[in-house]
């Protein structure tokens, strides 16, 4: 069974459909990247599976549950992270304070254990070894580059137990380096960890997507591997339209 499951999901703003009948499957440890033009809906899709927004109607389950109704602490609690694109890193603590908060967060077995130890590196060490943060744990949040903030992000969802993570847009304003760096990064994490990308950067779709889905108007308008979507006639369409 899929992890996620979304089926023919709608939502209205108003008099604008914004998502259109959409359905998809997401697996464990696969890496989704979601493409699309400006105001395909992406964003707004991310939104519907974290709980930020309620669908008009359909259905989104996560292994097995179906979460459609679910307020989004709920689905934050179930392993659902989001990402979003503004940090919400507190600056003025260190690196493994920030992992302590977000774990703090999280009402896990694990947390109860070690809430008042992870903010000693030995115990956030293995998180930030993940997003490669390990020799940062004591340096002040607000001292990081632009890049090392939005790996931090990425290490309190894992402290915070997310099993699920989406991301928009993670890349933007990032270096060349910065960006290979997280291309590394999310391929290492899709071991026990399962991604879905919104991303513009076609080099690092290709070095990070297990799948593509591609959107347009709300709805689905291609799904395959890299060279299926690049070879689409209804994907050139799309974009050449905009
Ligand atoms: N909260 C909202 N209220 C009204 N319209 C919205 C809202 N959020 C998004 N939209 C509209 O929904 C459509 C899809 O937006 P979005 O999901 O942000 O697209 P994308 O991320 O693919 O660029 C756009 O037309 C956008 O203007
Ligand atoms: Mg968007």
């Not at 290490?155 to 137990?161: N, S, W």
């Not at 308008?221 to 339209?241: C, M, P, Q, R």
Request: net charge negative; with cysteine; proline share 2%.
């Amino acid at each position: 069974m899929a992890q996620l499951q979304v089926t023919d999901l709608h939502v209205d703003f108003g008099g604008l459909r914004a998502v259109d009948g959409l359905s998809f499957n997401v697996n464990e440890g696969e890496i989704l990247c979601l493409l699309g033009p400006n105001g395909a809906g992406k964003s707004t899709t991310l939104d519907l599976i974290c709980g930020k927004t309620q669908p008009t109607s359909g259905s989104i389950r996560f292994e097995g549950t179906d979460i459609s109704q679910l307020l989004e602490f709920r689905r934050a609690r179930l392993g659902i992270g989001r990402k979003f694109q503004v940090p919400s890193v507190y600056k003025e603590l260190t690196v493994a304070e920030n992992l302590s908060v977000a774990r703090s967060r999280s009402p896990g077995i694990w947390h109860a254990l070690t809430r008042f130890s992870l903010s000693d590196g030995r115990v956030a060490a293995p998180i930030l070894e993940r997003v490669g943060l390990e020799a940062r744990a004591s340096e002040i949040a607000g001292n990081l580059s632009h890049g090392e903030t939005q790996w931090l992000e990425i290490a309190m969802l894992i402290a915070q137990d997310s099993r699920l993570i989406l991301m928009d847009e993670p890349t933007a304003g990032m270096t060349i380096q910065e960006t290979a760096r997280t291309a590394e990064i999310f391929r290492s994490l899709s071991t026990s960890h399962t991604l879905i990308v919104v991303e513009h950067d076609m080099s690092f779709v290709r070095t990070v997507a297990d799948r593509i889905v591609v959107m347009n108007r709300g709805a689905m308008l291609a799904e395959g591997t890299i060279e299926e979507i690049e070879t689409n006639d209804d994907v050139k369409t799309a974009y050449l339209g905009h």
